[in-house]
């Protein structure tokens, strides 16, 4: 069964850092991989898709890689506004599993 | 339609009623998803459906849900017979297919009383 895991749990950071978010998974034999945010009593909001053939995506500020051999993804985000807080989750799509997600907190 | 429609938005009942939540999915996409997320928690995965058949129902907590869905059209959610701990937020999903981006709709706030 596979496992999706995120860490850190929370994070809190200054206003126009750079910052890493992690997502690993247990079994590496997946499609696809989505990122999302989700902001307070709000639905989830697509960030990223990552192709299993893919390495990595980009978007404005955001970046997400993948590294299937390792079981890992990560979420780059450049030069942090406070309109970035919110919580991040990332999700396995072949097997339909979220992980529990980062709540991350941009300082002005 | 332009999203993924849920409805209501907010329901309060009693426990012991029965209550049914609606998604309408993008027109087109195959696979439909329910999702449940207590408050605080991740996302708890429900029912997946690929066109009207549901290959995993494996995340049904009880036999008091039940899911079904019509075509490639709408799905509804039905929870009898609902429990305090039946309270949180129902998301549902749909994709073009299981390998593709999901978008979510905006969620059913369930709360029983």
């Known amino acids: 069964k596979q496992e999706v895991t995120q860490i850190p749990a929370a994070l809190s950071v200054p206003e126009g850092e750079n910052l890493v978010l992690n997502c690993s998974f247990t079994?590496?034999?997946?499609?696809?991989l989505q990122w999302f945010r989700q902001d307070p009593g709000k639905g989830l909001t697509s960030l990223l898709l990552i192709q299993s053939s893919q390495r990595e995506q980009t978007s404005g500020r955001l970046n997400a890689s993948l590294d299937k051999s390792s079981g890992r993804s990560t979420l780059y985000i450049a030069a942090s506004q406070p309109g970035d807080s919110a919580t991040y989750l990332c999700?396995?799509?072949?097997?339909?599993?979220f992980g529990a997600g980062t709540r991350l907190t941009v300082k002005p | 339609g332009a999203g993924v429609s849920q409805s209501p938005s907010n329901k309060v009942t009693e426990k012991g009623k029965d209550v049914e939540l609606r998604c309408d999915p993008i027109s087109g996409h195959t696979a439909l998803y329910w999702y449940r997320q207590r408050l605080g928690q991740g996302l708890e995965f429900l029912i997946y459906f690929q066109g009207n058949s549901a290959p995993d129902k494996s995340g049904l907590p009880s036999d008091r849900f039940s899911a079904e869905r019509t075509g490639e059209s709408v799905s509804t959610l039905t929870i009898q017979r609902t429990q305090q701990e039946d309270s949180a937020v129902y998301l549902c999903a749909s994709s073009l297919s299981p390998s593709d981006g999901y978008t979510f709709g905006s969620g059913t706030r369930l709360t029983v009383v």
């Open positions: 999700a396995v799509l072949s097997d339909m599993r």
């Open positions: 079994d590496s034999a997946i499609y696809n």
